[in-house]
Structure formats: C-alpha cells, structure tokens
C-alpha cells in the first residue's frame, strides 16, 4: 500500500477491473486546501485537468500542496486549468499557480455574478493564455477522457435521462442562493472507460435537483466529490447542498 501524504489523497484507476499491471491509469488527487477545491485530474495520455486553486495566502499554502500532488504525478504544467466558480477558496490560488506551473487553458462559466466581473488576478492569469468560456454541455478536450460540462452559469445540461425514483417528496430549498457565485458553478462528469466521477464545485441545492429531477441527466456516478465542502446548502437527497 502506497502512504500518501495528508495534504492530498491519490485515487488511481484503471480502464476496466482486468486492466493489465503497467496498464495506463486516470489519477486524480484532491488536495486539502482547507475549504474550496483542489483536484487534480491525470489522464492516461498524461494531460492534466486541475480543477480550482484552492486560497492565495498563508505562505502559498495551496499550491505547495497542489506542486507536491504534480511532482507526484509527474505533471510539469496545467493543460487546463477549470475555475468551478469564484470564491476565494477556488480561485484565489491562481496567481500562486502561475508563478510554479504553465497553464496553457482557462476555463470558467464567464465573469462572476457577484462582482460583474472577473477576478482581477484571474483576469491577469487568462490574459497570457487561452480563456474559454463553456456552457452547460459542453466537452472539454483532455485526451484520453470524455469530460462534460453539465453545469455551469446556473444552466443544467439539456439532455434527457432516465426517471429518478428518488425525486418524490424533495422540495427545493428557499434558502438557496440562486443570485450567488456558487449557483454559477460549472459541474463536469469525467469519464474513463465506465468509470464516471462527477466534479460539482459548489452548485447549489436547487441547481443540483435540476440536474436529478425528475430526470437524471448525469446518469450514474461511481465517485462523486461533495459539493460545498459537504455544507447544508449543496446536497440535495435525490443525489446527495455555500463559498
Ligand atoms: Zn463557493
């Protein structure tokens, strides 16, 4: 059994139960950034997808952490870097980031609800790279994965899905912020072989049950990582809830 820091935890997977040893894995490490988001998604071809930044702050925190997941997993840049939404605890990270690893893509659902605009750090990031702006449905390209945006700008991907039996008797919530960052989240689902994992940042309770009901339109997930740090205002009961 391979130790593994406490500052992140390493999942590696492999295409199917049989695979082959030394058969090419899909590693994902999601790193402790005391509140917010790290994760680090690896694919087989080797490109990677770090999703959040975690804080700007105490003495670089968050990317040292976020360096010693790469360095673990042999990633010297971030091909695409995905900004669920901007709060600190995701985005504030980002010019830290920069000063260690290459980002050559930025991703996000556009310039936040909150402030009108986007991050000025961030603004400065994107600046000397590429900057997409994704809309719910949409795929990012990381080879050797198939990663769908089901999420973002408060939209919930189109596609139909199968009737959810759990939908009965889940209400929506009054309290949920719709009007705030975290309602903006973008949500992929990363898929590797049948394996699915299902990335929501911090989308909102209300948002979340558009996504499950009476539809699910995500289909089945094997690993799902807890919106809003587990908070009440995320999980929702039809599929499981602030910055
Ligand atoms: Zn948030």
Not at 45 to 70: H, K, N, V
Not at 204 to 224: F, H, M, S
Request: charged fraction near 20%; glycine fraction near 12%.
């Amino acid at each position: 059994m391979r130790r593994v820091p406490t500052t992140w935890l390493l999942v590696l997977l492999a295409a199917s139960s049989g695979a082959l040893q030394g058969a090419k894995t899909l590693d994902l490490y999601f790193i402790d950034t005391e509140g917010g988001q790290a994760t680090l998604v690896v694919a087989p071809s080797g490109q990677s997808l770090l999703i959040d930044t975690g804080y700007t702050g105490f003495g670089g925190r968050d990317t040292l952490r976020i360096a010693a997941a790469a360095k673990d997993a042999g990633v010297k840049k971030i091909d695409t870097l995905l900004i669920t939404h901007f709060h600190d605890d995701h985005v504030g990270g980002v010019a830290n980031l920069l000063d260690r690893f290459p980002v050559t893509t930025f991703v996000d659902h556009g310039p936040s609800i909150e402030t009108k605009d986007y991050p000025s750090a961030y603004a400065a990031a994107f600046a000397k790279g590429q900057h997409r702006v994704v809309a719910a449905g949409d795929k990012i390209a990381i080879k050797d994965l198939d990663v769908t945006v089901v999420a973002a700008a408060g939209n919930a991907i189109g596609q139909q899905g199968e009737p959810n039996p759990n939908c009965a008797g889940i209400p929506r919530s009054q309290s949920d912020l719709e009007s705030g960052e975290n309602s903006q989240s973008v949500g992929v689902v990363i898929q590797f072989g049948k394996f699915r994992f299902a990335d929501l940042g911090d989308l909102t309770w209300n948002k979340e049950l558009a996504l499950l009901c009476p539809e699910n339109k995500v289909g089945r997930i094997d690993l799902y990582l807890t919106t809003h740090h587990g908070g009440d205002l995320g999980h929702d009961p039809a599929g499981g809830d602030h910055e």
